[in-house]
């Protein structure tokens, strides 16, 4: 049965949009098979697409030292609905930064020990002026969370 693999990612400009579509490029890469990606921003994200999901990745903006406003909101929505029936999810993040993103990093940490999910690679902060090799990465995390998913390996 197909893996299912959630994408969360706030993208409010051309640069985020880019990095939102090398996640979905890698993890929809053709020598990675059994999985079923959905990719959503996080307005429409809730919490029975976070239930659906067999590991997820998110994707935000640092934004006035903490995550986007739109993934706060997305994390206060889906928190109670997904406490009790989420417990060890494996997921991974990414932050696109202008210049810290620290605290988002730090944010991130504290919902999602919360929600006791499970840290499956390690955070990606792409900070700084924008630079091609974000995209590279992005992709990486992407199709290594699909690798994963489909060995069985998180
Ligand atoms: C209102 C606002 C607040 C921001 N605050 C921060 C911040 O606290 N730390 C940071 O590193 N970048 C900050 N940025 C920069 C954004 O993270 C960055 O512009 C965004 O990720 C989009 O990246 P791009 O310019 O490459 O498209 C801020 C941007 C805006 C519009």
Redesign the pocket.
């Known amino acids: 049965m197909a893996k299912h693999l959630l994408i969360v990612a706030h993208i ?5 949009r880019r990095l939102r579509d090398a996640v979905v490029r890698g993890a929809g890469s053709p020598d990675i098979a059994g999985i079923e990606m959905r990719a959503l921003t996080p307005f429409e994200a809730g919490p029975q697409d976070v239930q659906w999901a067999d590991a997820l990745i998110l994707g935000t ?6 995550m986007s406003g739109a993934m706060k909101d997305f994390f206060d929505r889906i928190y109670y609905p997904c406490l009790e029936k989420t417990e060890g999810k494996p997921f991974a993040f990414y932050i ?6 620290t ?2 990093r730090r944010a991130i940490e504290s919902i999602t020990t919360g929600l006791r999910w499970r840290l499956a690679r390690p955070p990606l902060v792409c ?1 700084g ?2 630079d091609e090799r974000f995209v590279g990465e992005c992709e990486e995390l992407g199709a290594a969370m699909a690798a994963s998913l489909e060995a069985g390996m998180i």
Do not use: K, Q
């Open positions: 409010p400009s051309e640069n985020t903006t640092e934004n006035l030292g903490y696109r930064a202008g210049h810290d993103g605290g988002t900070r002026a924008f």
